[in-house]
């Protein structure tokens, strides 16, 4: 059963790191591209970074730099290392999943919240 869960969230100060998991059961196959988006209060859902199918990766340019995407396959999980971190990344972080000839994520994670205080 497909599943999405997502750890690692926490409180940090600005310049400070986190990692973030998603355990990502059902998803092994190469078909699923798997990406994370973040969500602000009173804003948007804003993607952060895709891993396709074949492995490549991309970056929205807000966070390009700042943070790295991977996929470890035998875990199945997907990470995303963020480092230093400013304030107005403070976000729920959800996973997300697709198939990757489908145009949209339409697997979701809960989300895990991540605080960047001045």
């Known amino acids: 059963q497909e599943q999405l869960v997502e750890s690692g969230g926490g409180s940090v100060q600005a310049g400070g790191s986190l990692r973030l998991s998603c355990e990502a059961s059902?998803?092994?196959?190469?078909?699923?591209?798997l990406a994370w988006f973040r969500q602000a209060p009173g804003k948007e859902r804003e993607w952060v970074a895709s891993i396709y199918g074949g492995g490549s990766i991309d970056y929205a340019g807000s966070m390009r730099g700042r943070v790295t995407i991977s996929r470890d396959n035998a875990k199945v999980t997907l990470y995303l290392q963020m480092n230093s971190l400013k304030p107005e990344d403070t976000a729920m972080y959800y996973c997300?999943?697709?198939?990757?000839?489908?145009?949209?994520?339409?697997?979701w994670g809960q989300g895990t919240q991540v605080t960047v205080s001045s």
């Open positions: 059902g998803y092994s196959s190469s078909s699923y591209c």
């Open positions: 997300a999943a697709r198939f990757c000839w489908d145009s949209e994520y339409n697997h």
